[in-house]
């Protein structure tokens, strides 16, 4: 059996050493042994329940939604661990932001652990939807399918008794599945833009995800997956900044400052995919400096994969060090996020690609001539051509109409 000492097991954890010692010294820790001045803990033991947690009065989360990272509980930039020390006397509240946060700087392992204590202890709806969430992430990280069909099982199993809590469950599944680009589950009243049937702390988080919804139609219709009469190519995708740069201002104002990244890297993305690369800039440049403040290197790996480089050159600009970090969790997340939204959907999403060969493919898939790209890329034609001719046998696909199904 392998172990872990104190250090490390209250650094997995999120908890302080000195709390992790006080449950060895309870023999709270199964398996936890003292080893001459010093605890030896087993690699796979899990932080135990609060003591009498079920004699206790239950507190009720601060806000109602799962999503406590995206409310206005954490409302200044580098406010993060300040705004989890505010949640301290409240446990569960506490335990749930401060997953969140793990999970937006990439510390997986951590989040993992506190998803499960979220799903096996005695938790409200709230934080069981938020333990069932982070552990469908911690999935889409690691490529892992069973994981996440149980993670969805545990979003629908959460214990509701209005029809509000059932809204926000079609919302929590919602959310996950667009992670991996899966629009199925959508409700029919969130892809109208209406949130009427969720309480109020839960809209932050809903704009978020209502702007993904826009760009997967954008996408869809630009690569020609779906049709919508009187739209096609990149029209609907060059108009979404304009639904986006609103829900910008209005995160500002109500000081949200998760959604206010969110929502300025996705309107990045719509530019940066509308050839608008200055106004791609501007926003990505905002929301770089606001995550770092806050370490939020995870939130900045999801998008890597959208910029083909660009991002990874704005975060050079600004931290050296912060770009070695996001590369590495990179190189971890781009396999398990293409294993998985690969399996969801049928499909074969290369991960064997350079940046410039998903950039040549995403535009030719988008319908651009070779003579386009060529002009948009600074490339000669030939290199264009040649360029789709290596994605091609990399891929093993035998037209450029079908280049959508890798991306």
């Avoid at 009427?196 to 630009?222: R, W």
């Avoid at 290197?297 to 660009?310: P, S």
């Avoid at 060969?357 to 001539?369: D, I, N, P, Q, S």
């Avoid at 994605?391 to 959508?404: F, M, S, W």
Wanted: aromatic share 10%.
């Amino acid at each position: 059996m392998n172990y872990i000492t104190v250090k490390e097991a209250a650094e997995k954890w999120g908890v302080t050493a000195r709390r992790v010692q006080i449950l060895c010294q309870e023999q709270r820790i199964k398996g936890a042994y003292r080893f001459g001045r010093s605890w030896m803990i087993p690699s796979g033991a899990v932080l135990p329940n609060a003591r009498k947690r079920a004699e206790e009065p239950r507190l009720p989360m601060p806000r109602k939604s799962p999503f406590l990272a995206m409310t206005n509980l954490y409302n200044r930039v580098g406010g993060a661990d300040e705004c989890a020390e505010m949640l301290v006397n409240n446990p569960e509240a506490h335990a749930l932001f401060e997953a969140e946060i793990a999970y937006r700087r990439g510390e997986i392992n951590k989040v993992y652990d506190r998803a499960r204590y979220f799903l096996s202890s005695r938790s409200g709806f709230y934080a069981i939807l938020g333990g069932g969430m982070l552990l469908a992430f911690c999935a889409m990280w690691r490529g892992d399918l069973e994981l996440w069909n149980e993670a969805k099982r545990h979003i629908l199993d959460a214990p509701h008794s209005t029809e509000e809590e059932r809204e926000i469950i079609s919302l929590s599944l919602a959310i996950i599945d667009s992670s991996v680009y899966d629009n199925k589950s959508y409700p029919v009243w969130f892809s109208t833009g209406n949130f009427e049937a969720l309480p109020p702390d839960s809209h932050p988080a809903a704009k978020v995800f209502y702007v993904k919804y826009l760009y997967m139609a954008a996408h869809g219709i630009a690569t020609k997956q779906f049709k919508l009469e009187g739209v096609e190519g990149l029209a609907l995708m060059r108009i979404i900044p304009n639904a986006i740069e609103p829900l910008i201002t209005q995160a500002v104002v109500d000081k949200t400052v998760l959604p206010e990244i969110l929502l300025r890297m996705s309107c990045a993305v719509a530019y940066h995919n509308s050839g608008m690369k200055e106004q791609a800039i501007a926003h990505i440049d905002k929301a770089v400096a606001m995550a770092l403040k806050d370490k939020l290197y995870g939130t900045l790996t999801e998008y890597v994969r959208h910029f083909h480089g660009l991002l990874e050159d704005r975060i050079a600009l600004v931290d050296p060090s912060a770009l070695e970090i996001i590369r590495a969790l990179y190189a971890s997340y781009s396999i398990g996020w293409s294993a998985l939204s690969g399996k969801i959907r049928n499909r074969f999403i290369a991960t064997n690609l350079t940046e410039r060969e998903r950039e040549v493919a995403k535009l030719t898939a988008f319908g651009f001539k070779t003579h386009e790209i060529a002009g948009m890329l600074y490339l000669s034609e030939s290199t264009i051509k040649q360029t789709v001719t290596r994605v091609l046998n990399k891929t093993g696909l035998t037209e450029k109409k079908d280049l959508y199904l890798i991306l």
